[in-house]
Structures are given as structure tokens and as C-alpha cells.
């Protein structure tokens, strides 16, 4: 290993592994799709960083836009009006679902916006529980990572997120809920949440938090119905639905927002990562006017020094404009969705260790399996400590070329939005060989 990759595991802490032994390429420059670590060494971005340069890296129009906003205002409080601040939520208003239009929170990142969600849910409401789902993430705050489902919490959870309730959501390749079909499957999830928001009091109940797909925790398309079905529960016990829309916003599902490949129209959206193609951090929450109104004549709850912040958010516009220039949205419905899932059901005919290949747009997953036929995950979901044989996958793929993240028998495929089809097919070639790497142990 390199100094600095020496010195980077001296000083810097990485997120949520034990640090002892970690190394990793030192990343200096980025173009397009690709990588490139300080020895020169290329590689395809897969994951997109963390689903979250949906525009590729280095967008000379981006750039341009944070070094002339650098140049003329870096920081402006909150308190007072700020131009680009004004533009670009106006952008997000008119790229909302709701012809009403809508308001915006600016934080910077996932998990404060859902944070502030949350308080803006309760202000509105005077309700203060939350549905979400337990295979769900939600972000590493302290709120945030309370709302979140899976295992992430349980690293030093001290708390247990009082007023959160946790649900079961569908789940078709290993039913939560014993169905053999889609349809099943979601009569039966809708039916068991609408139990569990009796039990609860829905008088009581705030909002009800989902990814609209299942982001980090592999991916997981909802069959259709679900998401409708939602809708509906919420409108009938007058439950505020909030889509987290962190990791599937922006173009990576083929559309602006995920909800609206569903055709469901939530109450709030949760926003951050492709919002400002990465570049600069950003988040927030959009309300829908209807409801933000609100907030005219009661003081709104929440703040940050940093509440659209002029680099985020002139990085915000610039790239809104690159997406809507480029018809990347459509790109990735259009042109990427097809050949990513041409590309992956190939590499599922080939190896057996892959159980199911899901996805939508430009946002695709494999979960592994041992036996197809048992669907027994290829290492156990959730259990870190038997994790390790999917670093062979890992180290097979970078080895190629490839950078990409998974968790446990799940592994991503997410490029950026303007990955080449050529760029593509070496991926694809890549998760092959990595594949055969694993397989053969
Ligand atoms: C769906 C979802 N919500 C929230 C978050 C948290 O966002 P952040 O890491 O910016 O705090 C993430 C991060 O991956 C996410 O995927």
C-alpha cells in the first residue's frame, strides 16, 4: 500500500467497519464514469459513489457553476433571501409531483432531512409516530438512524426510537409474509400494516416513511399495488406519506422521483445525494404548498447554519439544468434500464449464485444465494462477521477495474447516468469474472 493509503488508515475513520486491517485505492480524480486513484489506475464507477453522482464526475458545467458561485458569495445566513437558493427551489417545485407546487427545507444530507422531516411531520400533524419499514435506511443521525430498519441501527443504539413503529413491507423474493405471489404479497402487507395502525391509534400516527425502492438493502422493486395501497391507508387515516427519495431521486430510477415510475404521489419527499450530482453536500425536504402553508402563520421548526447553503445550492441548479439538457432522466428509463437488465439476467443465466437480479432505471442489484433452489443467502444478511467471503467479490472487481458497494449477499450495479453502453459491457464483463472468483471460493 501506498503512504497516503497508509496515512489515510492512520487518521481517517471509515464508516461502519472495524478499521483494523482496511485498505483501500486512494481516489484523486474522476471523470465521467470513471475513477482514477493517485497511481493512475481506472476505474468504473458502478455505485456511483454511494448512488449519488447520477451525473457522472467532474460535469464541467457544475464545476464551473461552484467555482464562479466560490467566487462571488461562499456564504450567505439562512435569515436572508439568497438568488440561487430561490432558483433552485423553484426548480424542485416545479419537478415535484404536485401541481400545487411545493416548498423546500434545505439541509445538507439524507439523514438531517430526515431528521427535520420528522419535526416538520410532527409540527403538522400533532401526531407524533412514525411508520417505516424494517428494511429500510434512513441515515446514521441521531433520529435518522433511529427511523432506519435494518441493522445499521443496532451498532450502539442506546435510545430504541421511541414513537418509531417498524412494519414488515413486501419483499416477494423472500416473503415476510409466506406468499407465492406478488399480488399475494401485497394484499398481505397492506392488510397486516393496516392491523398494526389500529394497534397503534392512526390518530397518533404522524407519517408513514418508505423508500419508494429499497435502496441500500438491495434493491427491492415493491410489487405493484404497494405503493398505491399505501397511498390509500394514508388518505384514510389522514397519515402524511413521506417518500425517502435520498438514494432514487433524480433521475436514477428513470424518472425525477421514483414515486412517480409508481404513479403515486406522496405528501413530502425526502431529497439529498443526486440533487446536486454529489458535488457539494445537499439535502431537504419538499412540502407539498397545501401543507407548508402551514408555516405562515406558525413559526417553521427547524434550522441550520447551513440551510441552503450557496455552493450546495448553486451546484443544486447547475445541475438540474445539466439533467434536463442532457434528457438524462429519460436516458436512463430509456436507453440504460433495458441494457443493465439485458446485461444482468445474461450474467444470471451463467451463474448460478445469482438468486434474483432487481432493479429499475439505472439502479439495479444481484443477491447472491449458495442454492438457488433453498435461496439460501450467500453469506447471512446482517451478520458481519460472516461477511467475509464476499470480499473475494469486491477484490476480484477492483482488481478489473470496477468500484462498487453491496451489503452482505447483495451487491449493486448503479452507474452514473451518462455511462456509456461501452462502459457497460465491461462492467458487466468485470461482475462475471468477480462472479466466478466468488463461486469458486
Ligand atoms: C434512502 C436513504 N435515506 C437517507 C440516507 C442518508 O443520507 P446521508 O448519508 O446523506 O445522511 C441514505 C444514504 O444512503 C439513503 O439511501
Redesign the pocket.
Known sequence: MTELAELHARHVLTPWIAQGGFRAPVLVRGEGSSLFDETGKKYLDAGSG???VNLGHSHPAVAKAIADQAHTLCYSSPAWFNDKRAILAEKLSKMSPWDEGARVFFT???????DDMVRIVRALTGRSKILTAYR??????GQ?IEL?GEDRRWTGEAHGGAGVIRFFAPYPYRSPFFATTPEEECERALAQLERIVMHESPNRIGALLI?PI???NGVVVYPAGYLEGLRALCTKYGILLVF?????GFGRTGAAFAGERHGVVPDLI?F??GVTSAYV?L?GVMIRESLAKTFDDRPLPNGHTYSGHPLAVAAGVATLEAYEAGGIFARARDVLEPKIRAGLEALAAKHEIIGEVRGMGAFFALELVKDRATKEPFVPWADAKSAAPMKAFFGALRERGVYTFGRFNCVMFAPPLVVTEAELDFGFEAYDHALTVLANG
Open positions: 454511494l448512488v449519488a445538507t444530507g439524507g439523514a438531517e432531512s430526515n429500510s435506511y434512513h441515515g446514521a443521525s435518522s432506519t423508500e429499497v435502496g441500500s425517502d427519495e435520498v438514494m432514487t425526502v439529498a445525494k453536500p439535502g
